[in-house]
T-cell receptor, first 112, second 114 residues
Framework: GENVEQHPSTLSVQEGDSAVIKCTYS??????FPWYKQELGKGPQLIID?????GEKKDQRIAVTLNKTAKHFSLHITETQPEDSAVYFC???????????FGKGTHLIIQP | DAGVIQSPRHEVTEMGQEVTLRCKPI?????LFWYRQTMMRGLELLIY????????DSGMPEDRFSAKMPNASFSTLKIQPSEPRDSAVYFC????????????FGQGTRLTVV
């Protein structure tokens, strides 16, 4: 089955700086890579996703890059703000034909 | 739509008791997933349904766990008997068409087994 590794587990950045979270996956057939944000006491919420036919996707301050050869993808958040503080999860297809395998999560802390 | 609705939000029970978690998916979504979240293991897929039919339950940890979806608007996850190691946050999520589309998660049920 799919194995998703996520780094770092905790990331602290100054407000206004950029944050980068990286994930690797094992199944070369995987073709869909979402990122979820989880705030305290809530369920994860999709913030951006990318499919294997593109190498980069951007949505305002958030971008995701995909390197299929190396089997890794990254989340980039620019101009970080206090409301970006949360736990972020990457995922890839796995756990059955329709399930997702999630990384262990990155706790992003935005320092004022 | 109010989103995916789970109940209860918190459940504290004694070891050996039966626990039933409930989920109402978003109307029109054909897929329903049950996940478990712990610090040690992260988010794990337990089971999922397509059009009310269980498709893959390979993530269900033991026979003590069972899940049903009697209709398109309701699913349950039951643990009988419960054990302290079952303590976790259980999430239900629904998607409009499979795993390659946005999953909408409920608020979760925090289960504590003492």
């Amino acid at each position: 089955g799919e194995n998703v590794e996520q780094h770092p587990s905790t990331l602290s950045v100054q407000e206004g700086d950029s944050a980068v979270i990286k994930c690797t996956y094992s199944d070369s057939a995987s073709n869909y890579f979402p990122w979820y944000k989880q705030e305290l006491g809530k369920g994860p919420q999709l913030i951006i996703d990318i499919r294997s036919n593109v190498g980069e996707k951007k949505d305002q301050r958030i971008a995701v890059t995909l390197n299929k050869t190396a089997k890794h993808f990254s989340l980039h958040i620019t101009e970080t703000q206090p409301e970006d503080s949360a736990v972020y999860f990457c995922a890839a297809p796995g756990g059955g034909a329709d399930g997702l395998t999630f990384g262990k999560g990155t706790h992003l802390i935005i320092q004022p | 739509d109010a989103g995916v609705i789970q109940s209860p939000r918190h459940e504290v029970t004694e070891m050996g008791q039966e626990v039933t978690l409930r989920c109402k998916p978003i109307s029109g979504h054909d897929y329903l997933f049950w996940y478990r979240q712990t610090m040690m293991r992260g988010l794990e897929l337990l089971i999922y349904f397509n059009n009310n039919v269980p498709i893959d339950d390979s993530g269900m940890p033991e026979d003590r766990f069972s899940a049903k979806m009697p209709n398109a608007s309701f699913s349950t996850l039951k643990i009988q008997p419960s054990e302290p190691r079952d303590s976790a946050v259980y999430f239900c999520a629904s998607t409009i068409s499979g795993g390659l589309t946005e999953a909408f998660f409920g608020q979760g049920t925090r289960l504590t087994v003492v």
